[in-house]
């Protein structure tokens, strides 16, 4: 069983930046895949960007790709999402997502194990 938890939500202005971070716990992060998803009121969870188990293979929606960076530290089992230029589109509920088979899909059913989510919210 893995246990993920993620931190480093918050309010910031457009064009600022954050810098989430997804702890995990139960067991070693390094032969899983991870991936940040996110969810805005009224919408569905949208695929933000993954990670394969190599940490080499990164995947990005269009609407990040050039913003957002993907990281994991297997030493600290932990991964972040640096997210640069923001904008009052990129609020929603953030979740990191972690996928057993290790691949970094785009898809929710993919992945195995979430985190209860953190708010990132972009003033206009």
């Known amino acids: 069983q893995v246990q993920l938890v993620e931190s480093g939500g918050g309010l910031v202005q457009t064009g600022g930046s954050l810098r989430l971070s997804c702890a995990a716990s139960g067991r070693t992060l390094s032969t899983y895949g991870m991936a940040w998803f996110r969810q805005a009121p009224g919408k569905e969870r949208e695929f933000v960007v993954a990670i394969d188990q190599s940490g080499v293979g990164t995947r990005y929606s269009d609407s990040v790709k050039g913003r957002f960076t993907i990281l994991r530290d297997n030493a600290k089992n932990t991964v972040y999402l640096q997210m640069n230029s923001l904008n009052p589109e990129d609020t929603a509920v953030y979740y990191c997502?972690?996928?057993?088979?290790?691949?970094?899909?785009?898809?929710?059913?993919?992945?195995?194990?979430w985190g209860q989510g953190t708010q990132v919210t972009v003033s206009s």
């Open positions: 997502a972690a996928d057993r088979a290790g691949w970094g899909l785009r898809t929710t059913n993919a992945y195995d194990y």
